[in-house]
């Protein structure tokens, strides 16, 4: 199963999401759970090594997939991740990692930001193609966004929707649940809310240890049939 995280926006919360949602499937010890970063940030926030290399320089390559795994670092027993690495992401193997990654494994992506293929520096890049490929290929393509005007009305200006909402709750927002599903037209899956014990987590590189339990519950329905 594919899951691909995704925003918008900056600072939605895309990346500790993305590691929340694979903690949650990493619970299931009879399958292998991988979480691929495109943005560059899972390493700190698993509380890892920089990598000096990974998806980036594989992208490049002309080296078989299979040596992808070479480059997995093992977050737990059963959660593995692959690191973005330096440089930019090419689109040229797209179709080559979306093969490797749709098997019988669990896969998180950490997609990012996806912007309108119109706007001048990212949505017409190999980057941006890439990330785009991945929304696009993932059994759950999966928004997370804050209820934010600002935010929806991107979200509202993409060619494309995403097939579920991880909303991320703040107080003092004046749009609801509901707001945010009618803009989007998409079922909010899950709400998170804005957590202090998730941030320290965070922060110290601890997410792994102090799994937070609510978050992870709340996200379980990402991976029931919608």
């Known amino acids: ?18 590691a ?5 499937a990493a619970q299931d010890r009879d399958r292998p759970v991988l979480v691929v970063d495109l943005s560059g940030d899972l390493p700190s926030v698993f509380g ?3 990598p000096s290399s990974g998806l980036g320089e594989w992208l490049r390559s002309d080296l078989a997939p299979c040596s992808l795994e070479r480059g997995l670092e093992e977050l737990t ?3 593995s991740l692959l690191a973005r690495g330096q440089g930019r992401l090419s689109a040229r193997r797209a179709e080559e990692l979306v093969d490797w990654l749709t098997t019988d494994a ?16 990212d949505g017409g890049s190999s980057d941006g193609e890439l990330r785009w490929r991945l929304a696009a290929e993932a059994d759950r393509s999966v928004l997370v966004t804050r209820a934010c005007y600002l935010a929806l009305r991107r979200t509202v200006s993409l060619p494309v929707r995403p097939s579920g909402v991880v909303l991320v709750a703040e107080s003092g927002r004046a749009l609801t649940r509901s707001d945010c599903e009618r803009a989007i037209g998409a079922p909010v899956l899950a709400t998170v809310a804005v957590d202090p014990d998730i941030a320290r987590a965070v922060d110290a590189g601890m997410l792994t240890t102090r799994v937070p339990k609510g978050a992870i519950k709340a996200l379980g329905r990402l991976f029931e049939e919608v």
């Open 106 to 121: 669990t896969v998180v992506v950490d997609a990012g930001v996806l912007r309108t293929p119109a706007e001048p520096g």
């Open 1 to 18: 199963m594919l899951v691909t995280c995704w925003s918008t926006k900056g600072g939605s919360g895309t990346t500790v999401i993305a």
């Open 48 to 50: 890892s090594a920089e």
């Open 20 to 24: 929340l949602v694979s903690l949650h």
């Open 77 to 79: 027993p059963n959660l």
